[in-house]
């Protein structure tokens, strides 16, 4: 890592005062960020401070590396009106589609705006019956391994449960063994995305290259399943209480529907964002209590205490407040959608600092969640720090797991409560293990993940609650 070091002045006139990150001729960081991510980002923050610039090479520009939660508080929330998601997320378009996540603008607003129904109580009620029953599901599945003693990798597990919670809540019951068309297509295509974020010079869906045949056809089986899933509810006229019905029945300001073609985008967007980013923080939180067992007992305690020998449902989530603690600690050292970037759209000014139009921001929560200044024993596991919750006011963007302003996580109450239910179901019947001489490593995938899994052994310690 080569930097060019500077002065920072308190008002430096412009970018080019901040410090520099070089990397190498022609291909600037990218062999750093290629290989490690998060230590090449940390050692960065580290060692040039809370503002950086870092050459990607002659194809793709340069990013500004931000870790100071103010600058953070004025990019996403502040001035959020200036940034929109940008080029890294344009790649993903042609693979995912032009959904909420991806869009930026009145097209942004509106979709976020249509979408959030699918998410009200009356919807979360109905997905916690899901949740409860995949997690039950989850317990009777392990049952078996941890009756032979077999070691289970629980990261595939709470995959697969994420993904049948998403895609339950999405279209209801009806959804049937179709369920595992979509599922099939779901990891070729997550995985072609990462690829696109980081390699810009793969050639577009159209190009008939073989890779992209193939994709073309796993997306053609997507498109199917999905457009008759819709196809079908429309005909039928059935009010469910699922997602897809609520994005049927979703208008905007004039009072438009979504077309059918922009209901698959959200579909996808939403099984996307929802189902790894939920699947890799259980993984986490099951490896962070099997390494610290004075949290495991008492994450346990108070499931005996709030729930006794009962499954745990949505309405005894309040009272779950160290489980629900331990989940927030495991995305404060795990975050699984470890870095958020936007694109400036005009001039700006924050603190002194310049962002030119066009520059990419890049802010890592996995940085600035790790970062000494802002939390105490940074690598320490210690769900105390979130009894009272998440961090708010001035230190709101100290812990952003799921992003924050107008753009914050549209499933994060779901997710937590996915998480809740899951977790607590699995430790009143299990208590699980890491097996002996491992010790899972974080690699970057679109979200951060454990590189090989998570194999752990079940251990049955209660009997079946009710
Ligand atoms: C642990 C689980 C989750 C984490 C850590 C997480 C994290 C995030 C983050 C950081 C963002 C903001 C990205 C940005 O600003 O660029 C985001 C956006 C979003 N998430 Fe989640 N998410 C989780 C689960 C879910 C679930 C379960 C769903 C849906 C069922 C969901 C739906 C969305 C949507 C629709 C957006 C886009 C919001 C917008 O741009 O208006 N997420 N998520």
Request: hydrophobic share 45%; with cysteine.
């Amino acid at each position: 890592m080569t930097f060019v070091s500077s002065r920072l002045p308190l008002a430096p006139p412009d970018a080019s005062a901040l410090p520099l990150a070089q990397g190498r001729p022609f291909v600037g960081n990218l062999p750093f960020i290629l290989s490690d991510p998060l230590g090449f980002f940390q050692r960065l923050s580290r060692s040039a401070g809370p503002v950086v610039r870092v050459r990607l090479g002659m194809a793709m520009g340069e990013l500004l590396l931000v870790t100071d939660p103010a600058v953070i508080a004025h990019v996403l929330e502040g001035n959020a009106g200036n940034y929109r998601k940008g080029r890294f997320y344009q790649r993903l378009r042609g693979v995912f589609g032009n959904n909420i996540i991806l869009a930026d603008g009145p097209d942004w607003r509106r979709q976020r705006h249509m979408a959030a129904p699918a998410f009200s109580a009356r919807h979360l009620e109905a997905a916690g019956w899901v949740m409860a029953g995949s997690a039950a599901s989850l317990v009777e599945r392990l049952d078996g391994a941890a009756r032979r003693g077999e070691p289970v990798d629980m990261l595939r597990e709470f995959m697969d449960v994420a993904l049948n919670v998403i895609i339950k809540t999405l279209f209801g019951v009806g959804v049937g063994a179709r369920a595992e068309a979509i599922t099939a297509a779901i990891e070729p295509l997550l995985r072609e995305g990462e690829r696109r974020v980081w390699w810009p010079l793969r050639p577009p869906l159209w190009v008939p290259t073989p890779v992209n045949r193939h994709l073309r056809s796993v997306l053609a089986g997507f498109d199917r399943v999905v457009y008759e899933l819709i196809e079908e509810r429309r005909r039928s006229g059935e009010r469910r209480e699922d997602i897809l019905d609520a994005l049927l029945h979703a208008r905007d300001e004039a009072g438009a529907g979504l077309t059918d073609q922009q209901i698959r985008d959200e579909i996808a967007g939403f099984i996307v964002s929802g189902h790894e980013t939920t699947g890799t923080t259980l993984a986490w939180a099951l490896e962070a209590l099997s390494r610290h067992p004075a949290v495991d007992t008492a994450v346990r305690r108070e499931l005996d205490d709030v729930l006794g020998p009962r499954r745990p449902t949505a309405t005894d989530l309040p009272q779950l407040v160290y489980t629900r603690a331990t989940l927030y600690e495991t995305m404060r050292l795990n975050p699984a959608v470890w870095t958020i970037s936007r694109q400036a759209v005009a001039d700006d000014v924050v603190q002194g600092i310049p962002i030119r139009a066009g520059t990419v921001v890049m802010m890592p929560p996995y940085v600035v969640h790790r970062t000494a200044a802002h939390w105490p024993n940074p690598e320490g596991f210690d769900p105390e720090r979130f009894r009272n919750g998440e961090p708010r006011g001035t230190s709101k963007f100290t812990y952003f797991p799921f992003g924050g302003g107008p753009r914050r996580c549209l499933g994060a109450h779901f997710s937590m409560m996915e998480m809740q239910i899951v977790l607590a179901t699995l430790l009143q019947r299990f208590r699980f293990s890491l097996i002996p001489g491992s010790l899972p490593e974080a690699m970057v995938t679109l979200t951060l993940r454990p590189r090989d899994g998570l194999w752990m052994i079940p251990e049955i310690v209660h009997a079946q609650p009710a």
